[in-house]
Every structure is written in structure tokens, then in C-alpha cells.
């Protein structure tokens, strides 16, 4: 299949692995996939800490689950990435660790107490729970078919992130003041979510014209605020002066995009942002230390046989 | 004395303290050993493992949380017990406290191997407790252990396959065969409530007692023992490792109590990475100034 094809077929669901696609259309997919599945690990690895400091058995509970969700969506992402032929997960996990591996912005930045946890996951889980319920609807038949489980559970994590919220902002006068202090510190990350303006962005073209990508950044930012205001400023929260958000006639929203700072978001989507380069060297470290055990098993005999065994 | 448990308010002072002591070293067990299993979320050395050790933990968690339910029958809630007691009054054995050293999946997987034996064994011993909502939970509990057995079991025997994985283990198992131990030890009643004064070492063995006597489990503790080393120390010595115990030795019971390590979390003594561990994991509620813990779940039926 050439690209026109591509193009005039493109639709949801289009192409599967038994379609000789071309090879932009596979570097594409890989790497829209490829940045998703990092996402989910490194966003687990950013929550993992706030299992132990969850305040009560059951958010402990919540937490352990969630984060083995993300783990389990990683899983399920790398291998519809890896279905396109372009990288295998071993490629793709270690470039992850040495820094090549892109992610999202909002995990590159570290989190230290437990009123941030809505931050992520109410606020940075609600915004990927827009972006993946169109992702439903793209071509690549495996990352769609993922995205029916991962939409799935990310609704169980958005509903807990705001259980979470609400019982802080219904909370003592100092939970209420740090989380609205956090929330000013993510505020702006959580809007950049949605990456820069259409026009500046590298490969949205591309992705939208063989269908890939079914919604613009803009609309998804936009649908994400006329959204999430209303409910930020529900729980109590109060939404910072910068950037600027102004509202239109109908009462939906609109950010002021130069308010916003896109040389650290530049900065962060190169891996070269420090807090969140240290992310990923302790990612790494805890990788490398486990390493001994991929040898032995290697070595002891399963060589070539990929058959899960009782023990994965 | 069996069915004397139906009801929670007519319990003796004897009873209470039985219920309390057996309560506490169960719910302790598992609720540290889950905390310290999700030390492997997002580290373990597969996607695969790292799932599998997730699962472990919840499933520990959810038992913890149906042996502290039953607490609350004698005025006990999570609050009380997990997140306002004095780390000095947990009843759980050294061998579910010890971090894992970073990267040492050995230590993972046996410890898993070890404890879920164990585990097995006593809830075997559960399964006719007069008291019935202990015996009607031990049902659920069993069927998971069962899973994490097979789990360990089947890691033990590929990394044993491996020279290296072979000698990782071996030093885990010398590091963790003493604390191994500890899980039959007698339990000190803890201080709960307000029966501040109670906590007395010499008392263990005889509330131990209490709890066989009445019929709270039906094993006593050597007999747990016993069982367990005929289970753990054949398999391991298949696998090509050296269990520090002669079982045809003249003594073997006073070579095993040799063995034991001077804090046994039993007997209110731990390690000091307990009490680093409690820190952080009390830290949210601490510094937010909780007084309550939020449920999320229902509570346990039966």
C-alpha cells in the first residue's frame, strides 16, 4: 500500500498487521504508540511512592491498583507498537531507559506529597481520558483495540483522583490551602498536556491525514477546559491569573498560549529538563538492578522460547 | 469452649486477649509484607513480574483488611490499628519487615515461598476456628495464597537453574531463614485500647496457649513449625540449597531456637527498618493531621 492509499483509506480501525503499510506510516504509528506506552510507565513510576503514603488501606489499595494498571496499559501499548514491526518492547523499553524515550510532559516533574495526587490523578488523567477516548477511533487497528481497555480503567482512576480531591478541598484549612498551592504549581503543566498549538506542532499533519490522530491539540485542550474549570472550581479550587483563560460568548474557555512557558515545555520534551532526567536515571537504576535476573533466566535454558511460564 | 466467639460482647478478659493477640499477628503479617511487596511496583524485572508482584500485594492488603475487620467486633478500627499504634505494638513476625535490597528479586521470591507456606499451614489451622468469621474468611484467603505459591515455586526453580540466580538465593535464604522463623514465635499481647499496661514477654507463650485451648486455631504453634520445615527444607535442598537446620540432629528444636534473631517482631522488638517504614507509611495521615481513614470499599461481609 502506498500513501495515498493510506490516506484515502484512512479510517478508524483501517489497518491491522495483515496490511503491508508503508513506512512512514509505521514510523508514525510507532512513535505516537511508543511515546503513549512510556507515558504510562514513567507516569506508575512518578505515582509508585504514594502507595506506602496513602492515608488509609483502601487509597493504599486504589494506588497499588492503579499503578499496576499503568504497568499493565504499558504492556498492552508496547505490544501494539510492536505489532508495526518497526521496534521491538526490549528496544523500545531500553531506549526508554538511557534517555532517547520521549513521554509526557506532566511526569517529567517530580511529586512529593500525597495533595498533589489529584494533580495527576484527576486533573493529568482526565485530560488523557479525552485524548485516548478518540484514540478509539484510530486507524491502527491494535492501539484502538488497546485503547477500549486502558479508556476502561482509566475511568475507575479519574473517578478515585477526584474522590481524592474532594476529600482534601472538603478537608482540614490546611489540606485546602496545599492543594490549592499545588494545584497553582500544575495548573500550567496540565494545560501544556495537550502539547503547543496545532501549527507548531511537528507531526500532527501527518498523523491526522492518515488517521491516526482524529482530534486537533486545540480542540482537545479547549474541550478539556470547558470541562474541567467548571469542576476544579466546584471542589473550591481557584483558578490562578496566569495563563490567561478567557471566556467566550458560550461560556466555554480559551488559554492565553504565550502565557504559558513553552521553552521549559520544549526543555521537558527533549528529556532535557533536570528534575525530570533524574525520573528517568532512577528508572533506570532500578532497571539495572534487576538486570541479573533477565541474564539467568536467559541462560538457564528458556533461550528462544517465549511461552509464558507460571513464573511471569 | 468453641462458639463462645458468636457474639463479641460477652468475651472474657481471656478470650479478648486471645482474639487480640491471634488478630494482630495475622492482620500485621499481611499488611507489612503487602507494604513491602509494592516496593517492587514499577521495579520488578519484567512488565510481567512487576503485575504478578502488584497482585501479591493487593491480595495481601485485602487479607489484612479482613483480619482487622474483625477487630472492629471488640471496638478495634483501621484508624486504631494501622495508622495510630505505636509501631512497638505490631505483632507481625521480622521476616515480612526487612526491605529488599535494591534489585534483589532472590529475596522476593523466596521470601514469598517461605511466607506463603507458612501462611497455607495456618490458615489450614483456621478453618475450624470457633470464632466463625475467622473461619468463614479463611476460604477466600486460601484459594489466593495457593496462587502465590505457585508463583514463588516456579521463580525459585528458574532462577535455582542459574549458578548465578543459584548463589542470590542461597544468600537470601542464609539472610532470611532466622526471620523465617519468627512467624511461629508466640506473640506478646499487644497494648491496645486502653489496656496500656499489658505487655509483658513472659505472657506470650501462655495467650498462645489460650488461643489453641480455645479452639481459636487448631494447631499450636511447634506443630505449625514442624509441618512447615517437612514442607520447605526438602524443596529448598532440591534445588541444590543449604537449609541451616539438621533436622536428624539429637535437639533439633533448641537448634532452631539457636537460629532465631534477637528482634523477632512477635515478641514487640523489631528491626530498626520497621520503624523507618511506619514513619513513611504513616506520613500522609501525620502531616495532614488526620483523624480518621477513608474507606472506599465495603466492609467485609460475615
Redesign the interface.
Given at each position: 500500500m502506498n500513501l495515498e492509499t493510506v490516506r484515502a483509506r484512512a479510517g478508524p480501525r483501517a489497518f491491522s498487521p495483515a496490511d503491508d503499510l508503508p513506512e512512514e506510516y509505521r514510523e508514525a504509528a510507532t512513535r505516537m504508540i511508543e511515546f503513549h506506552a512510556n507515558s504510562e510507565?514513567m507516569g506508575?513510576?512518578l505515582e509508585?511512592p504514594f502507595?506506602?503514603?496513602?492515608?488509609?488501606?483502601?487509597?493504599?489499595?486504589?494506588y497499588?491498583?492503579k499503578?499496576?494498571d499503568e504497568?499493565?496499559h504499558?504492556?498492552l501499548l508496547?505490544r501494539a507498537a510492536e505489532s508495526l514491526g518497526v521496534k521491538s518492547r526490549e528496544e523500545m523499553l531500553e531506549d526508554l531507559a538511557n534517555g532517547d524515550g520521549k513521554f509526557l510532559n506532566c511526569f517529567h516533574y517530580p511529586m512529593e506529597?500525597?495533595?498533589e495526587t489529584p494533580m495527576i490523578a484527576f486533573f493529568v488523567d482526565g485530560a488523557a481520558m479525552r485524548r485516548q477516548a478518540t484514540l478509539r477511533r484510530t486507524s491502527w487497528e491494535p492501539y484502538a483495540h488497546a485503547m477500549d481497555k486502558v479508556c476502561f480503567e482509566e475511568g475507575f482512576h479519574v473517578k478515585?483522583g477526584e474522590?481524592i480531591l474532594r476529600?482534601l478541598m472538603t478537608?482540614?484549612r490546611?489540606?485546602r490551602r496545599?492543594t490549592q498551592e499545588a494545584f497553582e504549581t500544575w495548573w500550567p503543566r496540565i494545560i501544556q498536556f495537550f502539547g503547543p498549538t496545532d501549527d507548531r506542532s511537528t507531526h500532527h499533519d501527518f498523523a491526522v491525514s492518515v488517521g491516526l490522530k482524529q482530534r486537533s491539540n486545540d480542540e482537545l485542550r479547549n474541550a478539556f477546559l470547558d470541562q474541567y474549570i467548571p469542576k476544579a472550581r466546584n471542589y473550591g479550587l481557584e483558578i490562578p491569573d496566569e495563563p490567561r483563560i478567557r471566556e467566550r460568548e458560550d461560556g466555554t474557555y480559551e488559554v492565553e498560549e504565550g502565557d504559558l512557558d513553552w521553552d521549559e515545555f520544549f526543555t521537558v520534551a527533549k528529556n532535557e529538563y533536570e528534575p525530570g532526567r533524574e525520573q528517568i536515571r532512577g528508572?533506570r537504576?532500578?532497571?539495572?538492578?534487576?538486570q541479573?535476573?533477565?541474564?539467568?533466566?536467559e541462560?538457564?535454558?528458556?533461550a528462544g522460547s517465549h511461552a509464558?511460564?507460571?513464573?511471569? | 469452649m468453641a462458639g463462645s466467639f458468636e457474639a463479641s460482647d460477652g468475651l472474657s478478659s481471656r478470650e479478648r486477649r486471645a482474639l487480640e493477640t491471634l488478630l494482630t499477628r495475622l492482620g500485621d503479617d499481611e499488611f507489612v509484607l503487602a507494604e513491602r511487596y509494592t516496593e517492587w511496583q514499577v521495579r520488578a524485572p519484567s512488565l510481567e513480574s512487576d503485575l504478578a508482584l502488584a497482585n501479591n500485594a493487593q491480595d495481601e492488603l485485602g487479607h489484612a483488611r479482613l483480619w482487622y475487620d474483625v477487630l472492629a467486633d471488640v471496638g478495634l478500627d483501621e484508624r486504631a490499628l494501622a495508622y495510630e499504634r505505636d509501631p512497638a505494638d505490631f505483632r507481625h513476625g521480622t521476616l515480612v519487615e526487612l526491605p529488599f535490597e535494591t534489585g534483589d528479586w532472590a529475596d522476593a521470591v523466596l521470601r514469598s515461598y517461605l511466607y506463603d507456606v507458612a501462611e497455607d499451614l495456618r490458615l489450614e489451622a483456621l478453618t475450624a476456628s470457633s470464632h466463625p468469621k475467622i473461619a468463614d474468611r479463611v476460604g477466600k484467603i486460601r484459594s489466593e495464597e495457593k496462587y502465590h505459591r505457585e508463583h514463588a515455586r516456579s521463580w525459585l526453580e528458574r532462577l535455582a537453574e542459574d549458578d548465578d540466580g543459584r548463589g542470590r538465593l542461597q544468600d537470601a535464604l542464609d539472610r532470611l531463614f532466622p526471620h523465617a522463623l519468627t512467624l511461629f514465635e508466640p506473640a506478646v499481647p499487644p497494648r491496645l485500647g486502653a489496656k496500656a499496661s499489658e505487655n509483658d514477654v513472659a505472657k506470650a507463650a501462655a495467650v498462645d496457649a489460650d488461643v489453641v485451648d480455645l479452639g481459636l486455631r487448631t494447631a499450636t504453634l511447634e506443630e505449625l513449625r514442624s509441618e512447615w520445615l517437612s514442607i520447605v527444607v526438602p524443596f529448598l535442598e532440591s534445588l541444590d540449597l543449604a537449609v541451616a537446620v539438621d533436622r536428624d540432629a539429637e535437639n533439633p528444636e533448641a537448634d532452631l531456637d539457636a537460629l532465631l534473631p534477637d528482634a523477632r517482631g512477635r515478641d514487640g522488638a523489631h528491626t530498626e527498618a520497621w520503624f523507618d517504614l511506619h514513619d513513611e507509611l504513616t506520613r500522609t495521615y501525620r502531616e495532614l493531621g488526620r483523624t480518621e481513614t477513608t474507606t472506599i470499599m465495603e466492609a467485609p461481609d460475615g
Amino acid at each position: 500500500m502506498n500513501l495515498e492509499t493510506v490516506r484515502a483509506r484512512a479510517g478508524p480501525r483501517a489497518f491491522s498487521p495483515a496490511d503491508d503499510l508503508p513506512e512512514e506510516y509505521r514510523e508514525a504509528a510507532t512513535r505516537m504508540i511508543e511515546f503513549h506506552a512510556n507515558s504510562e510507565i514513567m507516569g506508575a513510576y512518578l505515582e509508585r511512592p504514594f502507595i506506602r503514603q496513602a492515608p488509609s488501606i483502601d487509597r493504599k489499595l486504589a494506588y497499588s491498583a492503579k499503578v499496576q494498571d499503568e504497568i499493565g496499559h504499558g504492556q498492552l501499548l508496547y505490544r501494539a507498537a510492536e505489532s508495526l514491526g518497526v521496534k521491538s518492547r526490549e528496544e523500545m523499553l531500553e531506549d526508554l531507559a538511557n534517555g532517547d524515550g520521549k513521554f509526557l510532559n506532566c511526569f517529567h516533574y517530580p511529586m512529593e506529597s500525597w495533595v498533589e495526587t489529584p494533580m495527576i490523578a484527576f486533573f493529568v488523567d482526565g485530560a488523557a481520558m479525552r485524548r485516548q477516548a478518540t484514540l478509539r477511533r484510530t486507524s491502527w487497528e491494535p492501539y484502538a483495540h488497546a485503547m477500549d481497555k486502558v479508556c476502561f480503567e482509566e475511568g475507575f482512576h479519574v473517578k478515585h483522583g477526584e474522590d481524592i480531591l474532594r476529600e482534601l478541598m472538603t478537608g482540614s484549612r490546611k489540606e485546602r490551602r496545599l492543594t490549592q498551592e499545588a494545584f497553582e504549581t500544575w495548573w500550567p503543566r496540565i494545560i501544556q498536556f495537550f502539547g503547543p498549538t496545532d501549527d507548531r506542532s511537528t507531526h500532527h499533519d501527518f498523523a491526522v491525514s492518515v488517521g491516526l490522530k482524529q482530534r486537533s491539540n486545540d480542540e482537545l485542550r479547549n474541550a478539556f477546559l470547558d470541562q474541567y474549570i467548571p469542576k476544579a472550581r466546584n471542589y473550591g479550587l481557584e483558578i490562578p491569573d496566569e495563563p490567561r483563560i478567557r471566556e467566550r460568548e458560550d461560556g466555554t474557555y480559551e488559554v492565553e498560549e504565550g502565557d504559558l512557558d513553552w521553552d521549559e515545555f520544549f526543555t521537558v520534551a527533549k528529556n532535557e529538563y533536570e528534575p525530570g532526567r533524574e525520573q528517568i536515571r532512577g528508572r533506570r537504576t532500578a532497571q539495572e538492578a534487576v538486570q541479573w535476573v533477565r541474564e539467568a533466566i536467559e541462560r538457564d535454558g528458556a533461550a528462544g522460547s517465549h511461552a509464558p511460564r507460571a513464573a511471569d | 469452649m468453641a462458639g463462645s466467639f458468636e457474639a463479641s460482647d460477652g468475651l472474657s478478659s481471656r478470650e479478648r486477649r486471645a482474639l487480640e493477640t491471634l488478630l494482630t499477628r495475622l492482620g500485621d503479617d499481611e499488611f507489612v509484607l503487602a507494604e513491602r511487596y509494592t516496593e517492587w511496583q514499577v521495579r520488578a524485572p519484567s512488565l510481567e513480574s512487576d503485575l504478578a508482584l502488584a497482585n501479591n500485594a493487593q491480595d495481601e492488603l485485602g487479607h489484612a483488611r479482613l483480619w482487622y475487620d474483625v477487630l472492629a467486633d471488640v471496638g478495634l478500627d483501621e484508624r486504631a490499628l494501622a495508622y495510630e499504634r505505636d509501631p512497638a505494638d505490631f505483632r507481625h513476625g521480622t521476616l515480612v519487615e526487612l526491605p529488599f535490597e535494591t534489585g534483589d528479586w532472590a529475596d522476593a521470591v523466596l521470601r514469598s515461598y517461605l511466607y506463603d507456606v507458612a501462611e497455607d499451614l495456618r490458615l489450614e489451622a483456621l478453618t475450624a476456628s470457633s470464632h466463625p468469621k475467622i473461619a468463614d474468611r479463611v476460604g477466600k484467603i486460601r484459594s489466593e495464597e495457593k496462587y502465590h505459591r505457585e508463583h514463588a515455586r516456579s521463580w525459585l526453580e528458574r532462577l535455582a537453574e542459574d549458578d548465578d540466580g543459584r548463589g542470590r538465593l542461597q544468600d537470601a535464604l542464609d539472610r532470611l531463614f532466622p526471620h523465617a522463623l519468627t512467624l511461629f514465635e508466640p506473640a506478646v499481647p499487644p497494648r491496645l485500647g486502653a489496656k496500656a499496661s499489658e505487655n509483658d514477654v513472659a505472657k506470650a507463650a501462655a495467650v498462645d496457649a489460650d488461643v489453641v485451648d480455645l479452639g481459636l486455631r487448631t494447631a499450636t504453634l511447634e506443630e505449625l513449625r514442624s509441618e512447615w520445615l517437612s514442607i520447605v527444607v526438602p524443596f529448598l535442598e532440591s534445588l541444590d540449597l543449604a537449609v541451616a537446620v539438621d533436622r536428624d540432629a539429637e535437639n533439633p528444636e533448641a537448634d532452631l531456637d539457636a537460629l532465631l534473631p534477637d528482634a523477632r517482631g512477635r515478641d514487640g522488638a523489631h528491626t530498626e527498618a520497621w520503624f523507618d517504614l511506619h514513619d513513611e507509611l504513616t506520613r500522609t495521615y501525620r502531616e495532614l493531621g488526620r483523624t480518621e481513614t477513608t474507606t472506599i470499599m465495603e466492609a467485609p461481609d460475615g
